[in-house]
């Protein structure tokens, strides 16, 4: 939920309601703290989507919802925890505690979404048939007891439940009836016969006829839309009319024999196991993949997946866990006394330093929360801290205290102004790099970078999210110093090239050692950044005598040394790298069509730099700076005269066309650093060994004309007159100007003429006032007259 990470997709995949249990003894037991419930609705909040296995799960976390709840039915872990339970409970074990083995043992179960309601449902199908049940109970010489998995536990329910039983006509001893907070696998274990009563459309094959049917379960079903798409009549289940409950007859009719299930109700309970194994994995693995397809956009540099129209497999890859040891260890059963929810976790992990817990009904402690009055102990102890805070301020405000001078007033202000950290960036961090021979910024975004930051006098971080800073930290705000990056349209396009034109900008108040690096914050996460030898090295290599006019760099672009440079700034820009750095290239220096406008980087297996993580001498890095200033500015110009200029052709996802110059500025350090004569090392991060790159005397194609200095200083020059004398109409689209100092030599002069002609107008007005005054002025007269 904090920059950089705020943009990445999100997916929360629940499936339980141990969630729902906890809000609930929020609701219960902590009627003063809605905080709760509403960090739990942040967090939901801040998910892309929120998919559910079923549609009954979404509705008991309704009191979270964002709008951004998705149902994905067919998840195989019903399956995979029915086949746990099977193997280590026995129908013959559940019927101890329950119904006799003679009894035919029917379950009547229906859908989740309506598990508050009277079954009305169940009431017409069973009214209608029970008669004939009844009849058949005699004929066939068996016994049939009906097993209830509906409603609650209230006295209410219960009650108008056993009213609804005796209308239904059934004898005492015969029916039986579990809220839908029992086990189910329990009463799946001792049914012979599963009754799905809901006669409502569905959005989903319902969850129970899933296990049902995993069971090894006769099932006998309404002819539902999504239960006909799946279930066949007499193959893999029983069906009957949903229009006719009576027809319901029909299905026990063919499922029951004499004094026990009939052979075809054992077969068809057997094809419905092993269509339930596979039977909702195609669709379950294409919905995941159309999801994934719909959150992630994928850079440019990625081989894309086929498409979802190409998915072959229709069945789970069920061999890694077919073995003894997968039956033994794996945690997919949601066995509650076995394996703790998630929820627990991350609320231990929330509230582990708060000592105080609350306690359910049997007094056992539950969650490690403060309870109602703790919080009121609370209140009472502010209150209290306030009236004493009152009281200690009106009693200074009638202490008489003496008067300062002046010159008292003045030292307190200059003290007040040199403390504050906007004005004067010397503190604590400044004082401990004097005398250092380098300073490496850290470029990062937001809060969320600062676990991948350093700390330590060689480190100082440079944030682009404007207020981000560390605290007890000397960061440095990319945004006070370069007002550009406030405006989050160029921040997006320069990234963190952004922070090195800030620290360009101000670079006497900012930086005064004589060596200057960068490095990302992704650097850490990406295992580039350096280890603590490589610093050393570093450290002594800048501190050495050697003040030759280098590059070191320890992140590099291509770890196979493989690919040319053009090719991975075309793998990394969408494909247009080369043709887009040749256009902006020549719009730089005025080349004229025709002419080869793109320097030649040759492919002699050696590193190039990337990811921002370099160090050069100071003057090096404004010569630098003073180079990508005016080739970020012929690039925003070919995007700016483009058909739309709200498009990037430098990205291939959304993201990246966001950040459109970001990949193409993070390797143009090595076009300088090469053509202008650079020496480039690459710095080994985790063993500190520096390596030449590149070497001069192997350099044979170098355009040192073009990256030389006086002709950069003098194009400079041109472009800060032009920009002093206004010839840019669309000066707010101009990016050059607004990324840097504006200077030429001409400004002196003019500053000094424009002075100059003001002092004149000064002198000719004031003696235009003084010939009117003699004119038509008061005159004194002469003395005595």
């Known amino acids: 939920m904090q920059e950089p990470f705020q943009f990445l997709p999100v997916l929360w995949l629940i499936h339980e309601d141990a969630l729902v249990k906890l809000l609930k003894s929020y609701t219960e037991l902590h009627q003063s703290i809605p905080n709760q419930i509403e960090d739990w609705r942040t967090h939901f909040n801040a998910c892309t989507y929120v998919v559910f296995p079923d549609s009954y799960l979404p509705l008991l976390h309704s009191a979270l ?53 009277l079954p009305w449902d169940f009431a017409t199908v069973m009214r209608a048939s029970a008669p004939h049940i009844m009849d058949m109970e005699k004929t066939k010489n068996l016994r049939v007891q009906f097993i209830f998995f509906c409603g609650n536990d209230t006295d209410a329910y219960n009650s108008s439940f056993q009213e609804l039983a005796s209308h239904m006509g059934f004898p005492v001893g015969s029916l039986k009836h579990f809220s839908m907070i029992h086990d189910i696998r329990n009463l799946l274990m001792s049914a012979d016969i599963v009754l799905y009563g809901s006669l409502r459309q569905e959005p ?91 959150v992630l956009h994928y850079p440019s540099y990625a081989k894309l997946p086929s498409p979802v129209s190409e998915v072959q497999e229709r069945t789970w890859l069920w061999d890694p866990f077919e073995t003894k040891a997968a039956l033994e260890n794996s945690s997919l059963e949601d066995d509650s006394h076995l394996h703790a929810s998630i929820v627990d976790t991350l609320v231990g992990e929330s509230h582990e330093s708060n000592q105080t817990t609350y306690s359910d009904s049997s007094g056992t402690s539950l969650y490690n929360y403060p309870s109602l009055s703790d919080w009121n102990d609370l209140g009472e102890v502010e209150i209290f801290e306030d009236i004493e805070r009152r009281e200690i301020e009106e009693i200074d405000e009638r202490v008489e205290r003496p008067l300062l001078s002046w010159d008292e007033v003045y030292r307190n202000a200059r003290k007040s102004e040199r403390l504050k950290p906007e004005g004067n960036e010397r503190d604590e961090g400044e004082l401990e790099r004097t005398g250092q021979p380098v300073c490496i910024y850290e470029i990062y975004s937001g809060e969320g970078a600062w676990p991948f930051l350093h700390l330590g006098s060689l480190y100082r971080g440079i944030t682009l999210s404007k207020g981000g800073r560390r605290s007890r930290s000397d960061d440095v705000d990319a945004v006070t110093w370069l007002s550009v990056l406030d405006n989050p349209y160029y921040r997006d396009l320069l990234c963190e090239f952004g922070a090195m034109f800030a620290i360009a900008n101000r670079i006497d108040t900012v930086h005064k050692l004589p060596w200057i ?7 850490a996460g990406r295992k580039v950044s350096l280890s603590e030898s490589a610093q050393e090295t570093l450290e002594e290599t800048m501190a050495g005598e050697n003040h030759e006019d280098a590059i070191y760099y320890w992140a590099p672009m291509d770890m196979d040394q493989t690919s040319n440079f053009w090719s991975m700034c075309d793998c990394l820009n969408a494909g247009r790298c080369r043709t887009l750095f040749e256009d902006a290239f020549r719009n730089m220096y005025g080349f004229p069509e025709g002419v080869a406008a793109l320097p030649p980087m040759p492919n002699d297996g050696d590193y190039w730099s990337t990811l921002h993580s370099w160090v050069m001498p100071t003057p090096s890095f404004l010569k630098f700076i003073m180079f990508s200033r005016m080739f970020a500015d012929s690039l925003h110009s070919l995007n700016v005269n483009s058909t739309d200029p709200a498009s990037c052709l430098l990205g291939a996802s959304q993201p990246e066309k966001r950040h459109c110059y970001c990949r193409i500025l993070e390797v143009l350090v090595n076009v300088w650093a090469y053509h202008s004569g650079r020496k480039m090392a690459y710095l080994n991060p985790v063993t500190g060994e520096t390596r030449e790159q590149h070497p001069l005397d192997e350099r044979n194609e170098m355009w040192v004309k073009f990256f030389n200095f006086t002709l950069l200083k003098s194009m400079d020059e041109d472009l800060a007159e032009e920009a002093n004398d206004g010839m840019h109409p669309g000066d707010d689209q101009w990016l050059w100007p607004l990324t840097g100092q504006v200077f030429w030599p001409g400004i002196a002069d003019r500053e000094r003429e424009e002075k100059y002609i003001k002092k004149l107008d000064k002198k000719l007005k004031n003696k235009v006032k003084l010939l009117e005054r003699q004119k038509s002025g008061y005159k004194q007269k002469p003395l005595g007259q």
């Open 65 to 117: 919802d964002n709008g951004n709840y998705l149902v994905i039915s067919g998840s195989p872990v019903d399956i995979w925890a029915t086949k746990r339970y099977s193997s280590s409970h026995t129908q013959e074990i559940m019927r101890q505690y329950g119904s006799k083995e003679d009894v035919v043992v029917v379950l009547v179960v229906g859908s989740y979404l309506f598990f508050d309601e």
């Open 204 to 294: 989903v094959f319902p969850p129970l006829l899933l296990r049902s049917m995993a069971s090894e379960i006769p099932i006998i079903v309404p002819n539902l839309t999504v239960i006909t798409k799946y279930v066949t009549d007499g193959i893999h289940g029983f069906l009957f009319n949903s229009a006719e409950p009576s027809t319901v007859v029909s299905a026990f009719t063919r499922i029951l024999g004499e004094k026990q299930l009939s052979a075809t109700a054992y077969s068809v309970a057997l094809e419905g196991k092993l269509l339930s194994k596979n039977m909702l994995a195609y669709d379950c693995i294409t919905a995941h993949v159309m999801l994934l397809e719909s």
């Open 517 to 523: 690096g960068f490095q990302s914050w992704q650097a």
